[in-house]
């Protein structure tokens, strides 16, 4: 998630809670929030508990695939997906990083340290850090609603993917320009609504390369 501390008064009081506990994969998760110093990036938002739970659905075999997620703010997405077996490469700006490995590390066992790791990614700008197209899936949740992200979002889409990768984005459509990025996806890539959760108001999209378009 981009760095934008919010003004008060939005009527978000729970994201202003110093943690928030969370139950996925027979584990309780405790993360920790700092709404005060980081904002948006440091607080658990809806399309984050709603894709954990998607992903707990088990429609989806993550045991020993490489993930990476995208913004990933608090890290409970990565947490979680960790938890279900894969190998997650964790990502924001370099500002959270500290706050987000202190979330991961306190929410896995020991065991499964090494098979998390938080990495720098500002998008667009730290490609040459990632290989190309080495990823099985690629997560975000609630990363799509800055207009001037778009472009380096897409381009960093794009170069993680392959023609196997799939691509989960959760997000609630709150402007017009967040089904602008829609359409901006849809020019690149094959796109479908793979889940709706109406108690959130949170959509679930699966990207993946024109060129392949198995569903799940």
Known sequence: MALVPYEDGWGLQGLRRPSA???????????RQDW??????????DAAVVLSAYLEMGGLNLRDRSVIELGAGTGLLGIVATLLGARVTITDREPALEFLESNVRANLPSELHPRAVVKELTWGKDLGNFPPGAFDF?????????????????????????????ILLSCRIRYERDNNFLKMLKGRFSVNEVHYDSSKDVH???AQ???HKDDF
Do not use: M
């Open 21 to 31: 506990t969370y139950r996925f994969a027979g584990r309780t998760l405790r993360i």
């Open 36 to 45: 005060q110093r980081l904002g948006a990036a440091a607080v658990v938002w």
């Open 138 to 166: 690629i997560l975000g949740a609630d990363i799509v609603y800055l207009e001037e992200t778009f472009v380096e979002l897409l381009q960093t889409l794009e170069h993680l993917c392959s023609e196997q990768t799939v």
């Open 204 to 206: 679930i999209y699966k």
């Open 209 to 211: 390369r024109h060129s």
